[in-house]
Each structure stands twice: as structure tokens, then as C-alpha cells.
């Protein structure tokens, strides 16, 4: 069932009933967060959304979608290469492809902004344009490159999150909220920003800091922090090299990069984090062991949320490595799967020097231990992330021992050591051991009557990892380099609960910030664009100061966060069954979420069904309804860095 009515389609009276049932129904909002997949790479040819094939109710031509045949000039030859979509799957590795650029200058190269309007057609020319180096094996490696960008997997490859989307409701217009890379947008999925407001309130002027404490036993010298907005992805200040903190520091990511000139600035911006602690906020942000570095941005919200008289709700932020994890064998932490530059919480200050609010984060092992002991708070919002390895201690399936070529042990060892990560993000990590992380958090909710009653699971996206999309994001923003900063390339969403519509794509536009506006009619809390705060900086960035960083006539309306509804901005609200929600129509059966045990812990998944993992679970991707024939091209390495020797 497609359903193109977005929150902003229902009338007032029906949104008012939607949010009244989902207060009384809802207490646990679940984000299992994960990395770098754009929309098309995961989902481009499911069943009913806007994809690759099809506008999600009949057949598209390919002509139809923009950027279908991208192009670059072969340097060796001169000519004109033209690359299209195609599929990728078990033959070809497809569960520990490699990664594509994702960086924000990448990215603006990519989604081609001509007069204000995205043209997605610049994936394959970026990727060659980083590689081909008029050495043989750098423009192989970049032939390969442009190749890869333009591929698709489908449910033979994350059967998983295939059978979830086609039981519960898939968005297929929700983007990652900055054109940037992973730390922005794992800020943005708490604060709706990349800390543009910072910037307005503060501009884009670095600070310098000594160099206080080692970091992973090296010495770094003196340096400066980035200022925001973000663009990249530097570590949070605490924790790193510049954090004074005498004890209780936040914890690093020993294969981070930490040089002097890569420390992001303290950020000083409203977040979900702040907002629900509603009426406690002035009471916790006292306890803050740095309240003049830390609270300046911030202290209006603060007066008005202690005045506004809503109850405070709890959060947590589970994330692999953060902490001790199951996988450790000595002592102590050893951070050895933590990728500290996606934890957006520990880049706020605020959370991170304030002991009542770094309590709520925790490592991934901690949250099956919490969900199993009872320990889980009464309700509230509750983020779950991977990491460089898995807990469950699983090894990549390599399906095709032939591919690229006849794979000797050194290739299996590298791929092994390269992706065993479990967080969806393909520099590092398995689509199938990540789809399986997930799995278990879903078993573990849905496993729980009372809690899977209770209970909306999102699995989201930070950004596309610089994949091939074909859908243009509106541009919102646009940064001090003058380039594109909101939106980027769209991603994947999925909603799971006893109250989802079932078998639904919905249309509904949005970013991060969707997920926070749904939040925030959930447990009743104030947008954030509408505490004082960030209301003002948002009204100060559309100005004569912040304007001239966009194109002539255009107007900085989006200069922080962006979670009241809005053409373009809305929330998941369409995702939601009203009539389950009010007892009309029965819940959706925790067994529609529930994958057993021996299924999600057996690589490859659904391996042995036969006619493949498609079949296994009643799906069939739109090409292949179609009888689209969408191969490789000849020579085709699906792992152009890992295995670079086959390029």
C-alpha cells in the first residue's frame, strides 16, 4: 500500500488525533542508527517507492530518473565513459563492497547544484576524478570507482531490511539533513543541525587550544578546533587531546584520527537531549562542571524550559565500544570498536562535562544487558549505534570465493579484517552482520509484550556514503564556502511498531529533523527551532551576512534546526495506523518484526533458501518484475581498495 499523504495532507483534526492516540500508546521511541547507504543503493528497487525503475506506482523509463547515465573523460583515452545502475548481490560480494566518497565537497560535486536545483548527475565523475592520476593503477582504481558509485544492492543482499519495509512502513523521502559526512548528520539526528546556528551566533572562526592530555598514548601538539558549521568529520572536543577534564573523560576511538588541526569545537546548541529535560533543565545543566564554556548558547532555553512545565524524558545513547563491551578481554575498555566521531552526543558539552548527562551513554553490550535486567527507564528515547566490529563475534560470508578473481587466503584475511564492523557503514563494516545487529535489538524489544506495545523502532541513516540517488533534495542552506550545506542525498527509513501501517511506503519529505518532530508530538515536547535561542539565530541568518553565501536572491530561512512543519519539513506522522492507534484495527504481532535466532545468527542469511533470499521472503525487486536485465560491467571489483590488486 503506497500512501502519498504526508503528516502536512491530514487535516488539523486528524493530526490532533494521531498525536493524541501515539501519547497514549507510545512511551519508547527506539532509533537504531546506522551509516552511509543512500536510498537507491539499499532500496532503489523495492516494491512500490520512488526508485530506480519506477515512481512507485508504475514503470519509469530510466531516461525518467535524473542522473540515470552518468559520464567522465577517460584521461588514457580521451573518450566519454557513460555509467549506469546495476545490481550487485552474492556473486559479487555485495555485503562488503567498499566506500565511496562522502565528503561535503565530494558530495556537492555529486548532487550538482545548477540555479538552485540538484541535478544528481556528478557520482561517477567525482569518483574518477579522485583517483585517475595518469598512473595504470590509479586510473583502474578509478574506473572501478565510477562504476561502483552507480551500483545497487537489493534483498539477496539485505534480506533483513527488505522483509521490515515490505511488513511495516518504508519513507522513501527523507534525506540526510547536511550534505556532509557522518559527524554533522549524527549531530543533526540530535539537534536537527550541523551547528549552523553556532555559526551565525558565533561565525566560522577557529579557536586555538593547547594540547593537554595523550590521546591513545600519543602526544599531539597544540592546535586549533574547527568551528562550525561542520563539514567534516572532526572528533569531538571532549575527549580529545584539548579536553582538560581531570577525570571522567569521555572515551576516544583509538583508530580515529586525532591530529591537532581535526578537534571540533564545543557545541553549544539546543538538542533533543536538552528539550526533554523539560522542566529540570536549569536544575541538570547545574551540575555541569564547565557552565561558561559550556552553557552560553543555551541559556535562554534553559529559562524557558524550566518555565514551560513539561516533564522531563529520558534518553539514552547506546554505542558499540563506547564503554566495556562482552567482546573485551582484559580489565578495562578497550575502545577498540568505538568510532568516537559518531557519537554525536559527546561533541555537546553540555552532555559530555556534565556528569547527570554523560550517564546516558552507554555501550552496546549495555543495552541487551539493561533490556534484559529491567533496567531500561520508563519510557523515552533511545538511540542505538554499531561500530569497527560486532559483539556477536560474526565474520563476513565472502558468497563468492571467485570474485573479482580465484580469492587466495590474503584476500579472505583482508576482507575479514576490513568488514566486520556492524554499523551498515561500507569502509568497515558487513550489510549483513550490520542488518543483524539490528536484528537483535528488534528481537529484544519485540520479544517483550509489554515493551513492543509500547514501543516505535526507526532504523535510520546518517548520510548515502556518496551512493548514486536519483531524487533531488531541496537545497535549504548553503555554507561559508559557498557550497550546498542542507540538504544532502536521500536515505533510508524504516518505521516498526505495533501501530505502523502495514506493507506502506510513505512520501513524506524530511531529514533528521523529521525524526525530532515526531519525537517531539510523541512526548509533547517544544521544536526546537521555537526556544529562544535558536529562534534567534535562525532569524538573524536570513540576513544581508549569511545570504551572500547562497546564490543571488536567495534566503537563509534554515540556519539550525527545522523540526515545525513546513513544505518539505515534515514529520513520520504518516507512518503510523490511526486506526490501530485508537483500537479500531488489532496491532501489528510482534512475530511481523521478530527474526529467529538461528536465521540472524546463520551468515549468509536465508543462504540455503531455495531461489535465493528474495523468495525466502515474498519479495520481488522492481527490475526484476520488470525483466530489467541490469548487470555488472565486465571486470567489475566490488572492492576497489580492499582488494585493489584486481582493479
Known amino acids: 500500500m503506497r500512501d502519498d499523504d504526508s503528516s502536512l495532507g491530514y487535516s488539523a483534526a486528524t493530526q490532533d488525533r494521531t498525536i493524541r492516540a501515539l501519547q497514549k500508546r507510545v512511551k519508547f521511541v527506539f532509533v537504531i542508527f546506522n551509516e552511509n547507504q543512500s536510498f537507491d543503493d539499499e532500496f532503489g528497487t523495492f516494491p512500490g517507492v520512488d526508485g530506480l525503475y519506477s515512481d512507485g506506482e ?18 588514457a583515452s580521451g573518450l566519454t565513459v557513460s555509467v549506469q545502475p546495476f545490481r550487485i548481490g552474492p556473486r559479487q560480494n555485495a555485503t562488503v563492497a567498499d566506500s565511496t566518497d562522502h565528503s561535503h565537497k565530494g558530495l556537492a560535486k555529486k548532487i550538482d547544484v545548477v540555479d538552485g536545483a540538484a541535478r544528481m548527475d556528478g557520482f561517477a565523475a567525482d569518483e ?111 575527549g580529545s587531546q584539548f579536553d582538560g577534564a581531570a577525570k571522567d573523560r569521555e572515551p576516544a576511538g583509538c583508530r580515529e584520527h586525532y591530529a591537532s588541526t581535526n578537534i571540533m569545537a564545543n557545541l553549544t546548541f539546543a538538542s533533543l537531549p536538552l528539550s526533554l529535560l523539560g522542566e529540570t533543565a536549569k536544575r541538570v545543566a547545574d551540575a555541569d562542571l564547565n557552565k561558561p564554556f559550556d552553557l552560553p548558547d543555551v541559556r535562554q532555553d534553559l529559562d524557558f524550559l524550566s518555565r514551560g512545565g513539561e516533564a522531563p524524558v529520558s534518553w539514552r545513547w547506546y554505542q558499540e565500544g563506547y564503554d566495556f563491551e562482552p567482546t573485551d578481554t582484559g580489565p578495562t575498555a578497550s575502545h577498540k570498536s568505538y568510532v568516537s566521531h559518531h557519537n554525536g552526543a559527546q561533541y555537546f558539552g553540555y ?17 541487551f544487558d539493561d533490556i534484559a535486567k ?28 571467485n570474485f573479482p578473481a580465484p580469492l587466495v587466503a590474503d584476500d579472505m584475511a583482508a576482507i575479514r579484517a576490513s568488514k566486520a564492523g556492524d554499523d551498515d557503514h561500507p569502509g568497515y563494516s558487513d550489510r549483513q552482520i550490520s542488518e543483524a545487529m539490528a536484528a537483535r535489538v528488534i528481537n529484544a524489544i519485540a520479544s517483550d509484550e509489554k515493551l513492543w506495545s509500547e514501543s516505535a523502532i526507526l532504523i535510520a541513516y546518517d548520510e548515502s556514503d556518496g551512493h548514486y540517488d536519483h531524487v533531488p533534495p531541496r537545497i535549504l542552506a548553503y555554507g561559508p564556502d559557498k557550497l550546498p550545506l542542507a540538504r544532502g542525498a536521500r536515505v533510508p527509513l524504516i518505521l516498526i511498531s505495533p501501530y505502523a501501517r502495514a506493507h506502506a511506503v510513505s512520501s513524506a519529505e524530511g531529514d533528521h529533523n523529521a525524526i525530532i518532530e515526531t519525537i517531539n508530538a510523541i512526548f509533547g515536547r517544544t521544536p526546537l527551532a521555537k526556544l529562544p535561542d535558536e529562534a534567534r539565530a535562525l532569524a538573524a541568518g536570513d ?39 485508537e483500537g479500531a484495527k488489532p496491532p501489528l504481532p510482534a512475530a ?27 519479495v520481488v525487486p522492481e527490475d526484476r518484475r520488470q525483466h530489467i536485465e541490469a548487470p555488472p560491467p565486465p571486470g567489475f571489483n566490488s572492492l576497489p581498495s580492499t582488494l585493489s590488486r584486481y582493479n
Open 58 to 75: 508504475k514503470p519509469r523509463a530510466a531516461a525518467g530518473a535524473p542522473g540515470f547515465t552518468q559520464s567522465y573523460v577517460d584521461k
Open 128 to 238: 574518477y576524478g579522485r583517483y585517475a592520476n595518469g598512473t595504470p593503477s590509479g586510473e583502474a582504481k578509478a574506473r572501478q570507482f565510477a562504476r561502483l558509485v552507480m551500483s545497487y544492492m537489493d534483498c539477496e543482499t539485505v534480506p533483513f531490511l527488505w522483509r521490515w519495509a515490505s511488513r511495516f512502513t518504508i519513507f522513501d523521502h527523507i534525506f540526510a539533513a547536511e550534505d556532509g559526512p557522518s559527524s554533522p548528520n549524527a549531530v543533526a539526528m540530535l539537534a536537527g543541525q550541523g551547528g549552523e546556528s553556532q555559526w551565525v551566533e558565533h561565525g566560522a572562526r577557529e579557536q586555538a587550544f593547547p594540547a593537554v592530555a595523550p590521546v591513545c598514548g600519543v602526544t599531539y601538539a597544540d592546535g586549533a578546533t574547527q568551528a562550525p558549521p561542520m563539514f567534516g568529520d572532526a572528533q569531538p572536543f571532549h
Open 351 to 367: 552532555i559530555a562535562n556534565n556528569p547527570q548527562m554523560s550517564a546516558n551513554l552507554k555501550g552496546l553490550g549495555d543495552f
Open 374 to 401: 529491567g533496567r531500561l527507564p520508563d519510557g523515552g528515547v533511545i538511540y542505538i549505534r554499531g561500530g569497527y566490529e560486532n559483539i556477536a563475534g560474526l565474520s563476513p560470508p565472502i558468497q563468492n570465493p
Open 543 to 581: 540576513s544581508p551576512e549569511f545570504n551572500q553565501f547562497g546564490p543571488p536572491g536567495f534566503h537563509q530561512k534554515f540556519l539550525g534546526p527545522r523540526d515545525l512543519p513546513a513544505a518539505g519539513t515534515q514529520s513520520l506522522l504518516s507512518g503510523f495506523d490511526l486506526g490501530r492507534l
Open 592 to 618: 511481523l518484526a521478530i527474526i529467529p535466532d538461528t536465521v540472524v545468527d546463520k551468515l549468509p542469511h536465508y543462504g540455503d533458501a531455495p531461489g535465493g533470499a528474495c523468495q525466502a521472503i515474498g
